[in-house]
C-alpha cells in the first residue's frame, strides 16, 4: 500500500523520478531555485519491493505540479538544444582533425 505524503494540506505528487539518489537530488535542486517546494523519497532508495521500479521520485505540492512540470519540461528541452548543439561542434571539430592528419601524411 502506497504511504500518502503531504505538505501542509497539500498532498505530494510525484512530479518526475530519478535514477538513482544523485539524479533526484539535482531536479529537487533546480525546483528549489525556482522557490517550489519539493522533497526527495529517499526511503525508495532502500525499498526493495517493486513499488519504487519507475526510480526515485521527487514529490511537488499538488498545487505547484503544473508549475513544475513547465519547469522541468522547459529545461529538459534546454538540456536537449544544448545537446544537440554540442554533438554538431564535436563532429565539425572530429573532421577538421581528421582532414589534418590526412594532409601531414601526404608530404611526408
Known amino acids: ?3 500518502k505524503h503531504s505538505y501542509q494540506d497539500d498532498e505530494l505528487i510525484p512530479v518526475v523520478y530519478g535514477r538513482d539518489l544523485a539524479e533526484a537530488n539535482y531536479y529537487k535542486s533546480l525546483l528549489d531555485d525556482y522557490e517550489i517546494p519539493a522533497f526527495v523519497m529517499e526511503e525508495a532508495v532502500l ?3 517493486n513499488e519504487y521500479e519507475s526510480g526515485i521520485p521527487v514529490l511537488v505540492p499538488e498545487d505547484h505540479l503544473a508549475e513544475a512540470q513547465d519547469i522541468l519540461e ?3 528541452s534546454d538540456d536537449d538544444d544544448f545537446d544537440e548543439d554540442e554533438d554538431e561542434d ?4 572530429e573532421l577538421a582533425g581528421f582532414q589534418e592528419e590526412d594532409s601531414d601524411l601526404e608530404t611526408l
Open 1 to 3: 500500500m502506497k504511504e
Open 74 to 76: 522547459q529545461i529538459s
Open 47 to 49: 525499498d526493495n519491493s
Open 90 to 93: 564535436t563532429d565539425e571539430d
